[in-house]
Every structure is written in structure tokens, then in C-alpha cells.
């Protein structure tokens, strides 16, 4: 490729002895970056970098897709029968519930940021 046709045609060189390599690896792991050049342009520019930890956030989703199907089926059922059963209102109080405590969980570790 051309250098002219890249989007950053600069090149920047950097010396480092292992040590100062092994802790810029180490930091990288931790931000949960891998490309060297990503991370050297973002502490470059920036001056830091912010891991999220987003596992909590893809539980609370999964959890909320279990919701809407049981809300989806529980609604097939109503339409079907023409009720509306205690086991499916306990079902949705229960999912709601625990996806109300993980959001109320991950907005706490947000406000300790």
C-alpha cells in the first residue's frame, strides 16, 4: 500500500528497553487492547486509556432478552386462553426483579468512577 493512500502516513519510531516493553505489554493487557499501535496513539494522544469491564452489561442483556420472550409467550397465551396465570406474573416479577438488582449493582460500580 501506498503511504500516501493511508489515513495515517506518519510513522513514529519509539526506543524502549525490555522492561519498559514488558510494562507497556502489561498495561495493553489490562486495557484490554492488543495492537501496540492503537494503544501507543491513544496514551500519545490522551494521555490514558479506560477499560469498561462490559460482562455485566452483556448478563443484564441476556437477561433481558430471557424477559421479552417470557413477556412474548406469556402474551401468546393470554391471547390464546383469554387469561392471565399467577405462575406467569411470578415468572415476570422474578426476571424483572433480578434485572432491576444488576442494573441498580452496575450503576453503583458507574457512580464509584
Known amino acids: 500500500m501506498n503511504m500516501e493512500n493511508r489515513s ?17 505489554e502489561r498495561k495493553m493487557a489490562q486495557a484490554g487492547i492488543r495492537s501496540i499501535n492503537t494503544y501507543m496513539r491513544k496514551m500519545a494522544i490522551d494521555g490514558y486509556v479506560v477499560y469498561a469491564d462490559m460482562s455485566d452489561v452483556k448478563e443484564l442483556v441476556a437477561l433481558l432478552r430471557r424477559s421479552g420472550a417470557n413477556v412474548n409467550q406469556i402474551a401468546r397465551r393470554v391471547n390464546e386462553t383469554h387469561n392471565l396465570y399467577a405462575e406467569d406474573v411470578a415468572d415476570l416479577e422474578r426476571y424483572y426483579g433480578a434485572l432491576l438488582d444488576g442494573l441498580n449493582r452496575l450503576l453503583t460500580k458507574w457512580n464509584k468512577l
Do not use: Q, S
Open 8 to 24: 495515517r502516513p506518519i510513522h513514529l519510531h519509539v526506543m524502549v528497553d525490555e522492561h519498559e516493553k514488558a510494562l507497556i
